[in-house]
């Protein structure tokens, strides 16, 4: 069994980002579990002064819930051409230690725009030595309440793509 980590970039209640990432969990293939981290909005702002024996509980919790992954998801809105603080706050406290280090990493997308942070989280992704998957997922969901979003993601065709997402991503994993 593949454990799967899953990461949205937003904290908001009525997120499409987090839709994604529980639509990804919902559907995700025989052979795969994915869970789904959202305590993004609880972990302390990362300082570099906090780390080994004063690391926060909250972040030691993200840590391990990565080291234990055998890969991670991420779904991320875009805020001002970047990526938003609170994902980047998580992922600054994964940079100093070995929990990122060619760990399988995919980026899904609930936004058809969001370019600028697609790009600067490659490059943070890549950067923090992640093993970057190639393909991914695009769900155009942006602007759009909830109900219209579950909508969208029951889907027979998104629920296959959702799926085969993984499934592809999964494949990624076990070939390294
Ligand atoms: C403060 C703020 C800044 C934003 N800046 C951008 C931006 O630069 N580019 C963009 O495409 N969308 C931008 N947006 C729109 C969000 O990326 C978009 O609403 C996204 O779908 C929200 O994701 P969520 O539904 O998961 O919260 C911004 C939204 C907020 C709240």
Do not use: Q
Request: proline residues 6%; contains cysteine.
């Amino acid at each position: 069994m593949l454990n799967i980590l899953a990461i949205s970039g937003s904290l908001r209640a009525a997120s499409t980002n987090s839709a994604l990432v529980a639509a990804l969990a919902r559907d995700a293939p025989p052979g795969c579990r994915v869970t789904v981290y959202d305590r993004l909005g609880s972990l302390p702002i990362f300082n570099p002064d906090d780390e080994g024996d004063r690391t926060p509980l909250e972040a030691s919790e993200l840590i391990d819930a990565v080291t234990s992954a055998d890969g991670v998801i991420i779904s991320c809105p875009e805020y001002a051409h970047g990526v938003p603080g609170g994902l980047k706050n998580a992922l600054d406290w994964l940079v100093s230690r070995d929990a990122a280090v060619e760990k399988p990493a995919m980026l899904v997308h609930a936004s058809s725009r969001s370019l600028f942070a697609r790009a600067a989280l490659s490059e943070i992704i890549r950067t923090m030595s992640f093993a970057l998957y190639d393909g991914g997922l695009e769900i155009a969901l942006l602007g759009k309440k909830p109900p219209e979003v579950e909508n969208i993601l029951a889907e027979p065709e998104k629920r296959l793509a959702l799926r085969d997402t993984i499934s592809a991503f999964a494949d990624f994993i076990r070939s390294r």
